[in-house]
């Protein structure tokens, strides 16, 4: 099993910045890939960033630019920095850690935790 825990969240106006962290425990594959989903009232989740083991990442499109995903592998943990951040980014913003075992893939997700950005 794996445990996601996430901070950073908040309030803040647009044009601002936030930094979310996702510390991660439990049984975690030196072969994973890591990343940020968000939902909105109403809207699906979607993807926002991910950043694989070996530090290959790739970002949703509203995302580049704006937002740098990254990780620190001896301690488990993944962060993103959100810059020049918009209302529409407002929603709960949730990590993942997908586990890759002889073949098989294992997804794991945090409780979330909400960004509010004002206009």
């Known amino acids: 099993q794996v445990q996601l825990v996430e901070s950073g969240g908040g309030l803040v106006q647009a044009g601002g910045s936030l930094r979310l962290s996702c510390a991660a425990s439990?049984?975690?594959?030196?072969?994973?890939?890591m990343g940020w989903y968000r939902q909105a009232p109403e809207k699906q989740r979607e993807l926002v960033a991910r950043?694989?083991?070996?530090?290959?990442?790739n970002y949703a499109g509203s995302a580049k630019g704006r937002f740098t995903i990254s990780r620190d592998n001896a301690n488990n943990t993944m962060y993103l920095q959100m810059n020049i951040l918009k209302p529409e980014d407002t929603a709960v913003y949730y990590c993942?850690?997908?586990?890759?075992?002889?073949?098989?893939?294992?997804?794991?997700w945090g409780q979330g935790t909400q960004v509010t950005v004002s206009s």
């Open positions: 950043i694989a083991s070996g530090g290959t990442t």
């Open positions: 439990g049984s975690i594959s030196s072969l994973n890939i």
């Open positions: 993942n850690l997908e586990n890759f075992y002889l073949g098989r893939s294992y997804a794991y």
